[in-house]
């Protein structure tokens, strides 16, 4: 295996839940010991502030919005993330910074570079060394979605943003990031995580 840190991105409704689930099967059947965390959130004060972004109840504005997820992100990496990874163990996360970057820079128009330069600073670059993103037509995934969080009950408009936000961070950071196609089958997209990451999954 390959990382030690590893992030599963996409738009809502793109699956990444099953692959994670897929993954973490096959590392437990290795005995290679990991952990999984999500976004926002995976901390106490992480879930707190996960409840504020999410919750239907509240009206956030986009840069608090940015604020609160780097927050949670800060409170996670020092908390869980570092010690882990320093402990011998791998990190499996469901979403990461690189989910501000599409959502909060590109789709809330906060701008790519300065989400990216606000959660360098909360991370203290500390950033996912491999990122599997699960690319999807959000007319897709919106349909697949069972319930939407707030910001996950946004317009199509707004997901097609978010799309070209990872897809442009694909592009810049390209031996990071594994792009899949999330309409293929789960088998598939197994198969090829397990390659790109160096797992013998015979
Ligand atoms: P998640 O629980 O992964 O939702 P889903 O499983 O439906 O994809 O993420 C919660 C929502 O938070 C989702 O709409 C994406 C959004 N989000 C951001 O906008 N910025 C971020 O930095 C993160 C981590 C999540």
Redesign the pocket.
């Known amino acids: 295996m390959n990382s030690n840190y590893i992030a599963f991105e ?5 699956g ?2 099953s692959l994670i689930e897929n993954l973490s099967t096959i590392l437990d059947s290795q005995n290679k010991k990991h952990i999984i965390v ?4 995976g901390t106490s004060v992480g879930e707190g502030i ?1 409840e504020l ?2 919750s239907h109840d509240y009206q956030v504005n986009p840069l608090a ?1 940015a604020l609160l ?2 927050a ?2 800060a409170q996670l990496i020092q908390e869980t993330v570092i010690p882990t990874i320093n402990n011998g163990q791998v990190v499996v996360t ?4 690189y ?2 970057v ?3 820079g590109v ?1 809330r128009g906060l701008g790519y570079q300065e989400i990216y330069q606000l959660n360098d600073l909360a991370i203290d670059g500390f950033w996912p060394e491999k990122v599997i993103l699960l690319d999807i037509d959000p007319k897709i995934s919106l349909s697949r ?1 069972k319930i ?2 707030r ?2 009950s ?1 317009e199509v408009d707004f997901f097609q943003k978010v799309r070209s936000g990872y897809l442009k961070l694909a592009d810049e950071f390209e031996s990071q990031f594994l792009v899949l196609n999330a309409t293929k089958s789960i088998d598939e997209n197994v198969n090829s995580i397990c390659n790109w990451l160096e797992i013998d999954n015979t």
């Open positions: 996409g738009i809502d409704g793109s990444k839940t999500r976004e926002p959130g996960r972004l999410l919005e997820m780097s949670s992100r469901d979403r990461s910074a989910s501000s599409a959502y909060q789709g979605q939407a969080d910001i996950g946004g």
